[in-house]
């Protein structure tokens, strides 16, 4: 029996973008979570794991370029007014879970994750670092007729994770240093007990007398 790889190439890793444009209808499907080796560096091993997935979708686009690389164009250009070249844009949306360790409890969990982000395409990493600065859209260097897919999906959800991982609500009780109201059997977010204001002085008197 063949064993199949979990990073061998399949139809959707690369796409190719302007073909996507002319179908006009989008592009979706699922990445297995066990393909996405960034996610999965330094994460919890999870029930489940195995047969989770990343869903996604794509659609890709012609628009005319914004005003304000279309005035640096034209800056390069001494000012001429030449016809500017429509641009290349992609969406991307992606829905899942990834496994995470909560900073509170320490205890594994899935985190859900979700993405829905335009990229604007561009020829050549010098095309991405002159307009970076001068554009608010996300730049992708696009310096073929396909685009790896599968590691911009990785990428994205590794952005969309939280910084700090935290359950909603942990699933258990935590431990607090001894002498705290979970020390003396208190339950996790209850009030400390107040001090009586005279409890000082009676065992003040008592040592006196």
């Known amino acids: 029996m063949r064993v199949p ?3 061998a190439p399949e139809p959707h890793d690369w796409i190719d973008v302007e073909a996507l444009t002319r179908s006009g209808d989008g592009l979706s499907g699922a990445f297995a979570l066990a393909r996405l ?11 489940g ?4 997935a990343v869903r996604w979708r794509v659609q890709a686009e012609w628009r005319d370029p914004p005003p304000a690389v279309a005035a640096a164009v034209r ?15 992609l969406r991307l949306q992606a829905e899942g879970r990834v496994p995470l360790v909560c900073q509170r409890c320490l205890e594994p969990y899935w985190q859900p994750v979700m993405v829905d982000r ?16 001068s554009c608010e859209e996300d730049l992708l260097v696009l310096d073929g007729p396909r685009y790896p897919l599968r590691e911009l999906v990785e990428e994205e959800l590794l952005l969309a994770a939280p910084l700090v991982p935290l359950h909603e609500v942990c699933p258990h009780p ?12 208190g339950e996790a977010g209850a009030p400390l007990p ?6 000082a002085l009676a065992a003040l008197k008592a040592k006196r007398f």
């Open 37 to 47: 080796p960034r996610v999965l560096a330094d994460a919890p091993d999870l029930s």
């Open 174 to 185: 935590i431990p607090l240093a001894a002498g705290d109201a979970l020390g003396r059997g």
């Open 75 to 89: 800056a390069l250009a001494g000012g001429r007014r030449a016809p500017l070249p429509r641009q290349l844009w």
């Open 5 to 7: 790889n979990p990073h």
């Open 118 to 133: 335009w990229f604007r395409f561009v020829a050549d990493e010098a095309a991405a670092e002159a307009q970076d600065e």
């Open 49 to 52: 794991q195995a047969q989770e």
């Open 194 to 199: 107040r001090p009586h204001p005279f409890e």
